[in-house]
């Protein structure tokens, strides 16, 4: 049905807006420029769910990926990324916000980029899956250490200098 309605409407991208389900093979297949997601994590490092916690309680690097979709998770060719570092003072509610925030100026650039360059799923970067790692929900014992290491400035990527 979805393929059905993309085709009368002349869809040519679709942006996946935070579905955990996987999508099916006639859904991506229904628009010529793919189906986008921006990811709150960096792939192919952070797959699956509590990138943002999991980078915390590793300290590493926090940030967005935008990708085409595929049939798994988290698994599709990258269009962009980018990461963040946080003001000195940042708790937990704020680097999420950012995350989700720059993650929708993310979705706006690379859907103008698409548009503007006629890209594909062929065009994106394959991941690099000796890099790749799925993360399962992040357990409370690791959150409540990740955000012990937030509170006390000691997350590697809080700049020097409030913002």
Same mark, same amino acid.
């Given at each position: 049905?979805? +393929?059905?309605?993309? $085709? ?7 942006? %996946?807006?935070? #579905? =955990?389900?996987?999508? #099916? ?6 628009? =010529?420029?793919?189906?986008? %997601? ?5 792939? =192919? ?12 309680? %590793?300290? $590493? ?31 937990? =509610? ?17 859907? *103008?980029?698409?548009?503007? #360059? *006629? ?32 509170? &006390?400035?000691? +997350?590697? +990527?809080? &700049?020097?200098?409030?913002?």
């Amino acid at each position: 049905m979805v +393929y059905f309605c993309s $085709a009368v409407l002349s869809l040519e991208c679709l942006l %996946n807006a935070g #579905t =955990p389900r996987k999508l #099916t093979r006639s859904l991506l297949s229904s628009v =010529p420029h793919g189906v986008v %997601n921006v990811h709150p994590g960096l792939l =192919p490092e952070y797959r699956g769910c509590s990138a943002v916690k999991w980078a915390l309680f %590793n300290d $590493a690097r926090i940030g967005n990926t935008a990708h085409f979709m595929d049939e798994g998770y988290d698994t599709g060719p990258i269009i962009a990324t980018e990461w963040y570092e946080f003001a000195r003072r940042s708790d937990y =509610p704020t680097i999420r916000s950012t995350v989700y925030r720059q993650g929708c100026l993310l979705a706006g650039t690379v859907l *103008r980029l698409i548009q503007s #360059t *006629r890209m594909t799923p062929a065009d994106g970067l394959l991941q690099d899956e000796s890099q790749s790692r799925f993360w399962n929900p992040i357990p409370p014992e690791s959150m409540d250490a990740a955000l012990a290491k937030v509170a &006390s400035r000691s +997350y590697a +990527y809080l &700049s020097l200098e409030d913002q």
